[in-house]
């Protein structure tokens, strides 16, 4: 676990598929999940332990490895072949890995009476070429052999015997076989893997299983009255729609003949009380609806309203399909029944009077509502979010010149629940330390949303994301929060992103930077007119940066003024730094804006590079030219105190 933790930023959670040994339980089980990554560890793999000795490697300790989010394993694992995942075990010394199943299960060093030969068989703790003499075929490691003989065996086919008698199908003996008959579709009734070069099969039933179940016998009856009021029973080989989640996707049921109830295995243990990032409120889950037509609130597709569903005690309408709501990215893991139900939210302001009100982050002063901001004048932006004011409502400061906050961003609760973790958040209101959100990893000063360990900083601009989002450049659909292990394409920039806003119901993704930048801006290119947001033009017509002066994608987006009919490159527009205090505003502070507006750009201390952006960092007295330098050295600069 202490190795997992240099790694991961983990709270408890539960799961199906684990990074550690890249498995999913056939139920949901107890672990760990990370903020950042949404990567999830069964516990067991978690708390796996620093050094091992194994038997297949015995001159050498094994070690841990802990793989990063963005690291990959080279190699396989040496005993099974598989591809090593997240976590696994290494020799310092020798070319020697394997992953944590294969670490973990038991090794039998002599086989004494098997089945398949008539004297003993001993595993050879080697990796050794050999032809297995019950299925024939070619094996390079570990085989058990026979001293007297000269024969060699795979493990599973020196553990086999010629027939079974199994539980999961008692109607008929099942024979073990070496080659796949062609009549059949190559894989196991059971889990549906491949068969490899031997399994157990009955040529009546058509029945093939594989050696892993045959070892771990689905039980055939099961007693559990979350799921049903009777004792279920396992059918396996039937087509059916499962009556807890209306999927029809494995045929293997768990069955209540009087009352003619079907159920997946893993359906069993559906939580029952859950809190999803598409709902503000707990959803429960129930085994019918009422008659009527009801949409997933996540896929947006029609819901059996005689299966199984969430619903909302609170939002008569709204229900999401048990599949859509425990998947990954939707759920955070975590079963809510006998928890009682708290509301974190805490307002952050007091009503004095009719649009005055006094704000927590400034107490010995009143905020006073008002309606228009002199939009030309570049010093007005608001201490929260850092956006310049140029129209809308606002609260100002009665007494002082430069408080100021967006109608919204005082608004803003104390604490909150957040979309992108699922954490109770608590908002910081002192805008003098730079950090760097962890959603859109933009560098910011301002307002911010932390949790309670300091691990996850999320700026107000991203804190207030809530589900569904609309924007204005896809306003058919809403967006929703995506957290996948796989990179998407923003539609906006075109660059790879693992946590992103999408549309559920066509491919349109939105990455966090791109869906909180402001949608209209100054640039001393053009003082007399805003540049406002282009969300992509398609069109043959060449365009241009005004401020670089290179090719500008038309079809990505980028800010334009309609008065002019320029068109800028959005970073050469605002830079990596706009969210920082500008110099007059952070006299006694060492880090501070400034606007790369001189004639001769200078230097990036970090980089070598002349800075090209509108917005450059002052730190220290040295030059930052971008977020990549600063995010380089932001460790170092992360151990200076800043307040």
Known sequence: MEELNKVYALYEARGLKCFGCNLGKNY??????????????????????????????????????????????????????????????????????????????????????????????????????????????????????????????????????????????????????????????????????????????????????????????????????????????????????????GMDDDPNPYVCLPCNFMIHRNCIDIPRVIKVYRHNHRIYYNHCLDVGDRKCGVCNKEINWTCGVYICSKCPDFAIHPRCATRFGIWDGIELEDVPETNLEVKSYEVIKAEEIKHFSHEKHNLKLKEESDAYDKCMSCKACKYPIYSGSFYSCMECDNYILHEKCAYLPQKKIDSFYNMLTTLITDDVRIFICNACQNVSQGFRYTSDDNKTILDVRCGSISEPFVHESHPFHSLYINHSTEDRVCNACGVNATMVLSCEECEFVLDIKCSVLPKIVKHKNDENHFLSLCYGEKTIEQYWCEICEEELNSEKWFYSCDDCGITNHIKCVLGDFIWINMEKDNESFPAYMVFNNRMNRPICFFCGSRCQFFSILKLYGKTCCSRLCFQNYFKMWDKISWD
Do not use: W
């Open 28 to 245: 949901f089980s107890d672990g760990h999940r990370c903020f950042r990554s949404g990567f999830f560890f069964h516990k067991d793999c978690a708390e796996s332990k620093s050094k091992i000795c194994n038997f297949y490697h015995p001159q050498h300790s094994l070690y841990i490895k802990v793989l990063a989010e963005n690291e990959e394993a080279y190699g396989n694992c040496k005993l099974c072949r598989g591809n090593l995942s997240k976590m696994y075990y290494y020799c310092l010394i020798c070319d020697f890995t394997i992953d944590l199943i294969c670490a973990k299960k038991d090794v039998m060093i002599t086989i004494e009476s098997p089945n398949t030969h008539e004297h003993p068989l001993s595993l050879v703790p080697k990796m050794d070429l050999f032809t297995c003499h019950l299925c024939g075929l070619h094996g390079d490691r570990f085989p058990y052999a026979c001293k007297l003989c000269n024969l060699s065996f795979h493990k599973d086919c020196a553990e086999s015997t010629p027939e079974i008698k199994y539980s999961c199908h008692p109607k008929h003996i099942l024979k073990r076989l070496t080659h796949v008959p062609k009549y059949t579709n190559g894989k196991c009734c059971l889990c549906g893997n491949k068969l490899h070069y031997i399994f157990y099969h009955c040529s009546i039933c058509n029945f093939s299983v594989d050696v892993n179940c045959v070892k771990n016998p689905l039980p055939s009856t099961l007693v559990n009255f979350k799921a049903h009021e009777h004792l279920l029973t396992l059918m396996p080989q039937r087509n059916f729609i499962c009556d807890a989640c």
